[in-house]
């Protein structure tokens, strides 16, 4: 069992964008981000559902494919569930439809006391308290043996980081400049020296680097 | 002509350490943050004199060698020539020994007013003041031609960048967490998008990414 994480970051390190709205949550610079990533085939047909075999096929391809497998539960901050903007809204059911694209249970990490959310597909969403260890060791149980993903975003992933609970990092670096958000690197000083560190980039310009735990 | 500039930085965005003593003033972290680069041949026969064909040949070695082409003049703030620590030593001749890897004339920013240094193969510092502009325009001027180097330290090549001056920025980005420093990317939103970027993996870990100039 392995405790995974991916996070897409721009170049200037941050992982979230700062320029949403009410309309437009995520703002225009979160497509930008991700580009690259929502290019892929393995993006398309497992997220989009678009079964055409369209969407790229290299470096970038390689790593979305890898980012389900032997995935048995996730966890997730609130924020990347939504709840910071839709707190008051008790009908709120996350970002990602009807048909949510983990397919597992989701841990979604917050003080909110709410019933858990049984969606189509095999997600459920369950909303815990907790310490970050607890709230991961309920995703290990749920895992069965299967790996668990900090899912994002990138507080969540650093805080995990901090306290040494994850074995293994990929960070896909986009090649802009966000200039403002939410940094996934600071106060991480070293944290280099537990792993054994891999980089190769793709085709897009993206650079995915690779956090192995070695101590 | 072009104006061009490059600068090794940790993953966390880093382009100088925290570390320093009055014994060892760039700290440990320096030579973990220089490794890749202190490591090819080209740095080998060029800054430290050791022609036995030694040091490494790959990647890395590709974008060291190409530091050194084509350069007629350099520009650099005072912190890189050590005037930070060296303010009231009227004797200080800069970090690099007396006979300097630069063999160009070297335009150091400073408020300070000194006599210009002539050193052994070519380099010679002039410690001027004014504007970024002007202290560029002195520098274009005794290049006769050749290529501006905006040598560092991070501070001086993202004040060029925000003025919109440097026309080709290489990066080496280092797969080390540094945790505090001066940081490159401050400001700079959006600075991709006057550039075409592209990116490659040396087998050492270090990213290159390059920004070449489109608008």
Same mark, same amino acid.
């Given at each position: 069992?392995? =405790? ?31 580009? #690259? ?10 997220? @989009? ?28 901050? %609130? &924020? ?6 839709? *707190? ?27 019933? %858990? @959310? ?9 909303? $815990? ?7 991961? #060791? /309920? #995703?290990?149980? #749920?895992?069965?043996?299967?790996? =668990? ?8 992933? *650093? ?17 802009? /400049?966000?200039?403002?958000?939410? *940094? ?11 792993? %054994? =560190?891999? %980089?190769?980039?793709?085709?897009? &310009? $993206? ?9």
């Amino acid at each position: 069992m392995t =405790v995974r994480a991916d996070l897409n970051i721009s170049l200037d390190g941050f992982g979230t964008t700062t320029d949403g709205t009410p309309e437009n949550p995520f703002g225009t610079d979160w497509g930008r981000l991700v580009d #690259a990533y929502t290019s892929t085939r393995t993006f398309r047909e497992r997220v @989009l559902g678009i079964t055409d075999g369209s969407g790229t096929t290299g470096v970038d391809e390689r790593y979305a494919a890898n980012y389900f497998v032997e995935i048995g539960a996730e966890v997730m901050g %609130s &924020g990347m569930f939504g709840l910071g903007l839709y *707190r008051d809204d008790p009908d709120w059911r996350g970002w990602w439809g009807e048909n949510p694209p983990f397919h597992v249970p989701v841990f979604v990490r917050t003080h909110d006391r709410r019933e %858990s @959310l049984e969606m189509e597909g095999g997600t459920t969403f369950h909303f $815990v308290q907790g310490s970050a260890r607890e709230v991961l #060791a /309920l #995703a290990v149980e #749920a895992a069965g043996g299967q790996d =668990v993903r900090i899912g994002g975003g990138p507080s969540t992933v *650093r805080e995990y980081l901090g306290l040494g609970l994850i074995d293994e990092l990929h960070v896909a670096v986009v090649p802009i /400049l966000l200039g403002d958000g939410v *940094r996934l690197w600071d106060d991480l000083r070293g944290l280099e020296k537990s792993y %054994s =560190v891999s %980089s190769e980039a793709a085709e897009s &310009g $993206v650079v995915h680097i690779t956090f192995r735990r070695t101590a």
